[in-house]
């Protein structure tokens, strides 16, 4: 039996924040498509007052916003700096911009960053040399013989295998213990591609601490936080932080407890700050390291710090050092960089355009809104008006995009998926989690959809090929063709879900060449399937044991229980089976979990009918399948309905199907 457990933790934001993110930007480019085209207003505290004032006020924001914090910055000084909606809904408690102290999530990374400059500064690190030199006897396992550098880590660009850790332990665990735990194996070239990488930043952390000889928030706070007179952030957090501590809340406005940072201190993350301490970070980055007679960073290393590094295409942003470029649609022509944040109840975005010294910072203390990304979308529209340009478009011919053609699979998140192809008049199409999209190619490479979103494939000089569009965390990677087994051939009824599948690396590998299809799946092996669409690492340890067939899958079994998708001990065999064989209904609810914990809309919005019988914990789980047509040849439908045959086993040739369908049935 399976259970889902709806406690918080810090796994669902980790694990989706890719999803999260990659959801603001189809939020984001609604605006961008009907570009505001009026005159610039003034950016002037009187204006942006108003303008602040009358987004808050319109009826879909007010419905929306459990309390934010709203911070404007222009040259030296701040512009504007107010609080909306509650800190505390039952107490009815304000939020005060100045005193009301949030989690910044992933804007934590610039703080990082910014230790890691100052020791660049002071000779310790070389943005160019081997990481290797300042780990001591920690070893990062590669397999590629290429070198990784310090700013393949600011960049993202680190190529391990695995970037994400969920938070699975109810202490407190240190970062250089959880550096240690978490290590990752090196299996792309360092620099080829870009994925969102967590584990990177608390290595920076670990590095920094080990170089400096203090604990890393120790060193952020003498060296960042005290000389810019940023009283009210930690990365610790403390009685008096807490005392102020704006509450989080669910997109059903329900509080959520208090958590962990994981690492404690996180340096990719773990960070409490105010509106008011924001503003003078942001003054410093503007004024190049400087805050009145405080220096934190010279200028040509905040000049380093804020310049892209690392991007797909010259006319697509990409990463700084620390900084990236979300939601790139709304910029209107201006150079900006940012850096976002999401943890649970908690969203953040500050952005900084250095050529007119202006900055911006927003924070929501609650799920399911997209106030920041609508803000910083109606802010650029109002106060940096786009202009509005001749587009012309290159015609090239189908040859030449039959060669970019293909299955391109999110690095991040490995069952987001794009299908990319040719239409019969010559354009690109790409169908995606989001739809279906048309693109025109606006220079080599380089391409536009209906809505004006951008998209951009890149030819290695290995041959690997790369898209990014859609999705802002991670490039998404041409997949292979899938091998042939000896036993599918291309007219068998499943041949296109099993080779699906198995192009995207879910089905556990064959030595003997082949598949099976018809042999019964045993829960491990199934499990392990799953996992891998998650992009999460196996547990490196487990108690659990089973038959030897099932032993390389025991630690997928371990983190899939680990983060609730099943029941079971880990400390006992005996209360999970992890060699018995699955039955439908039991991965029909591992499906159904791993779309809920993805943000899917799991709601039946069918009428169709069940038939045969169903244990009633898997019933809406089977529904969920049933409705979204998640089967293959193996179940028909009549007028009285569907029989899934909950609970015949699951054959692997049916978990293909399922695996395969999830990818492409994708409803955000």
Not at 92 to 120: C, G, H, Y
Not at 163 to 183: A, H, R
Not at 621 to 636: D, K, L, R
């Amino acid at each position: 039996m399976f259970l889902f457990k709806s406690k918080p933790r810090k796994m669902i934001p980790l694990l989706m924040c890719g999803l999260l993110i990659a959801s603001s930007a189809l939020q984001s480019k609604a605006s961008a498509s009907t570009a505001n085209q009026q005159a610039a207003v003034p950016l002037e505290a009187k204006q942006v007052e108003a303008f602040v004032d009358e987004f808050f006020n319109r009826p879909q924001n007010k419905e929306q916003l459990t309390g934010a914090a709203v911070v404007l910055v222009k040259g030296d000084k701040v512009l504007f700096q107010k609080g909306y909606g509650y800190a505390d809904i039952g107490g009815k408690k304000p939020i005060d911009a100045e005193n009301s102290v949030f989690r910044i999530a992933s804007i934590s990374k610039l703080f990082t960053a910014t230790a890691v400059m100052q020791l660049v500064e002071q000779g310790k690190i070389d943005l160019q040399g081997d990481v290797q030199a300042y780990l001591g006897d920690l070893k990062i396992p590669n397999k590629t013989g290429k070198t990784l550098t310090m700013e393949h880590l600011l960049t993202h660009t680190t190529g391990f295998d695995y970037t994400d850790s969920p938070n699975l332990s109810e202490k407190e665990v240190p970062n250089n213990q959880f550096i240690k735990e978490q290590v990752p194996t090196i299996v792309r070239d360092p620099g080829e591609a870009y994925r969102y990488d967590n584990y990177a930043f608390n290595l920076q952390g670990y590095i920094v601490e080990r170089l400096s000889g203090v604990p890393f928030s120790q060193y952020v706070q003498k060296h960042i936080l005290e000389p810019l007179g940023m009283e009210s952030s930690s990365f610790q957090m403390t009685s008096e932080l807490r005392e102020h501590l704006a509450t989080p809340y669910t997109a059903k406005k329900e509080p959520i407890p208090e958590y962990l940072s994981y690492p404690a201190e996180a340096p990719d993350g773990g960070m409490f700050s105010t509106g008011g301490d924001m503003a003078k970070f942001m003054i410093a980055q503007l004024n190049g390291g400087q805050l009145a007679d405080a220096r934190i960073l010279s200028k040509e290393s905040v000049k380093n710090m804020q310049q892209i590094h690392h991007r797909i295409h010259p006319q697509i942003p990409g990463t700084a050092y620390g900084f990236e470029t979300f939601y790139s649609n709304n910029y209107n022509g201006q150079s900006v960089i940012g850096k976002g944040g999401d943890l649970s109840g908690y969203h953040s975005w500050m952005w900084l355009m250095p050529e007119q010294k202006v900055g911006g910072f927003i924070v929501v203390n609650g799920d399911g809104t997209n106030l920041r990304e609508n803000f910083f979308a109606a802010f650029m529209d109002h106060f940096y008006p786009e202009t509005p340009k001749q587009k012309s478009y290159l015609k090239p011919s189908k040859t030449e995009l039959s060669q970019l053609t293909g299955v391109y699979q999110d690095l991040r998140i490995p069952f987001w998926v794009f299908q990319v192809t040719v239409t019969d008049d010559g354009l690109l199409n790409i169908v995606d989690p989001y739809g279906s999209h048309t693109l025109r190619e606006i220079e080599p490479m380089l391409f536009e959809d209906e809505q004006g979103i951008k998209a951009a494939i890149k030819v290695n000089s290995n041959g690997t090929q790369y898209l990014y569009y859609n999705k802002v965390d991670s490039w998404a990677k041409k997949a292979p063709e899938p091998k042939e087994y000896t036993d599918v051939s291309k007219q068998h009824p499943y041949a296109p879900w099993i080779y699906g599948a198995d192009q995207l690396g879910f089905l556990n590998p064959s030595a003997d060449g082949v598949f099976h299809p018809e042999q019964e799946m045993t829960r491990a092996e199934f499990i392990a399937e799953l996992m891998r669409m998650t992009g999460l690492a196996p547990a490196k340890t487990t108690t659990l044991t089973g038959e030897a067939g099932d032993a390389p899958y025991l630690g997928f079994v371990q983190r899939a229980m680990d983060l609730g998708f099943v029941q079971g001990n880990a400390k006992s065999n005996q209360a999970y089976n992890t060699s018995q064989i699955i039955s439908r209904q039991e991965a029909a609810i591992l499906i159904w979990r791993a779309a809920m914990t993805a943000g899917v809309n799991t709601s039946n919005s069918s009428d169709v009918k069940l038939l045969g019988k169903t244990d009633p914990w898997a019933m809406e789980a089977v529904q969920y399948i049933v409705n979204h047509g998640m089967y293959g040849p193996e179940v028909t439908k009549d007028s009285d309905g569907i029989d899934y045959r909950s609970k015949q086993p699951l054959l692997r040739q049916e978990a293909a199907v399922l695996l395969n369908l999830f990818c492409k049935k994708l409803s955000l």
